[in-house]
């Protein structure tokens, strides 16, 4: 139970403002931190990406290395749960920075002496992949214990929001990086980059932490854990739908490095432009999940069907600044599925059982990318870029589809059609209204 102000039976919290947050001191040295080590992120995974495609040309090598980064999760991430439920989470944190800081600096040994080769990034990024097996669970499930419940929704869509600001930034450093210097030097800083979240983690007070109890040792932690989910509807289906998105919507670097290089003909710097502006779009999603400080299902379903719709008419853009554009509202709906998902599987979920939960989301969003990344690089590379997005787009569109009508009959409701004027045309009601109305 708590020490400090404010535990899951603290007085009513100070209303949700965009940034409220913030306000909170350890939540303010936690996400400086972050925003630092995000930068350094994706400054190596665009790095990375295209590290590949210059050793192999392939753009099925590009989607082994990142199924070689998930596979990690999908095969133990349930686990690293169950660590993340029973372990200290700051200190749990410090050790999985410092070896994510280690796996960068070694990366970048390897390409400045010239001596890197594809099987080096594939080891890499397998070993990067085990350490976010704890990293991400304790992560997501130490926000609580910062914030506290009243906050909650609100800091993660400030998470994603940093997250999102250090891509803007990290792409287009990367591609100065890459066209100036080479690769080595986006790894050099990646790794030098975790010294600012392990010092803000060195720098929190203990007593200001919202602290919950921790689950105790013992046999079936794991099954626990899903059966928890299992009978709960408001848990399962956000979570499935995340899986479908993150195993078949999200593959980017296979997709965006395959235009640049055989339809758009371009460089580095060309798919660092992509990257910095699907990240703007998904700023604007994450802040204006921020500003909600809600998150309701509706709002994650609505946003999965327009995600993948506007991968299927992106795919088949006639120019790049028309692709380009069409960039920005794909970024915000997708950060927005991925925001409303995570910030109402928490809400629903009990403390003991958080980090649990969130290992199982994490590992369906980014753990089915060793099952997706593959296939969709196979396609990308047989069928061309444009038949590999557009059959993304489609599967997380019926996807999303599909959970919306699963969480419609559990929660009684119908679909009403109303075509006279000055109505609502679509909207779901309970079916006795429905009845009522017929």
Do not use: C
């Amino acid at each position: 139970m708590r020490t400090g102000p404010g535990a899951d039976s603290a007085p009513a919290p100070a209303p949700t403002t965009m940034f409220s947050s913030l306000k909170i001191r350890n939540y303010r040295l936690f996400a400086t931190g972050q925003v630092v080590s995000n930068t350094g992120t994706w400054m190596q995974r665009i790095a990375q990406d295209w590290l590949v495609l210059t050793l192999t040309g392939s753009a099925s090598a590009v989607g082994i290395t990142i199924a070689l980064q998930f596979l990690p999760m999908l095969l133990f991430g349930l686990y690293g749960g169950v660590l993340a439920d029973r372990l200290p989470k700051r200190r749990l944190l410090l050790a999985t920075q410092a070896a994510m800081a280690l796996t960068g600096l070694a990366l970048a040994a390897l390409t400045l002496s010239g001596h890197v080769q594809v099987w080096h990034v594939y080891l890499t990024a397998f070993l990067l992949g085990l350490v976010t097996v704890v990293d991400n669970p304790a992560r997501q499930s130490f926000v609580a214990e910062m914030v506290g419940p009243g906050q909650l929704a609100n800091a993660v869509s400030l998470n994603s929001a940093n997250f999102q600001s250090a891509r803007l930034v990290g792409p287009a450093v990367a591609g100065v990086l890459i066209t100036a210097v080479g690769s080595g030097y986006a790894f050099l800083l990646n790794g030098l980059s975790f010294l600012a979240p392990i010092a803000g983690l060195l720098m929190m007070r203990n007593s200001e932490l919202y602290k919950v109890e921790r689950a105790p040792r013992g046999k079936g932690q794991l099954r626990e854990g899903l059966k928890y989910v299992a009978g709960r509807p408001e848990l399962i289906w956000p979570i499935v739908l995340v899986g479908f998105v993150g195993t078949f919507g999200f593959n980017f670097p296979i997709w965006l490095s395959a235009f640049v290089d055989d339809v758009f003909h371009g460089d580095a710097g060309t798919y660092g432009l992509l990257n910095t502006l699907m990240a703007a779009g998904s700023l604007a999603g994450a802040l204006l999940a921020a500003r909600r400080g809600t998150s309701r299902l509706r709002v994650l379903v609505g946003a999965g069907v327009l995600f993948g719709l506007l991968e299927v008419v992106t795919a088949f853009a006639p120019s790049f600044w028309i692709f380009a554009a069409l960039m920005v509202p794909i970024g915000m709906f997708g950060l927005t599925v991925n925001v409303t998902a995570n910030s109402s599987v928490q809400m629903a979920t009990d403390p003991l059982m958080r980090g649990r939960v969130m290992s199982l989301f994490m590992m369906v969003f980014t753990g089915g990318t060793p099952l997706g990344a593959p296939l969709v690089g196979w396609i990308t590379d047989a069928y061309g870029p444009r038949v590999g997005f557009a059959a993304g787009g489609a599967v997380a569109m019926l996807a999303a589809i599909g959970v919306g009508v699963m969480l419609a009959r559990v929660g009684g409701l119908r679909l009403k059609i109303d075509l006279r004027r000055g109505r609502k045309h679509l909207e779901f009601v309970p079916r006795e209204q429905l009845t009522t109305a017929a």
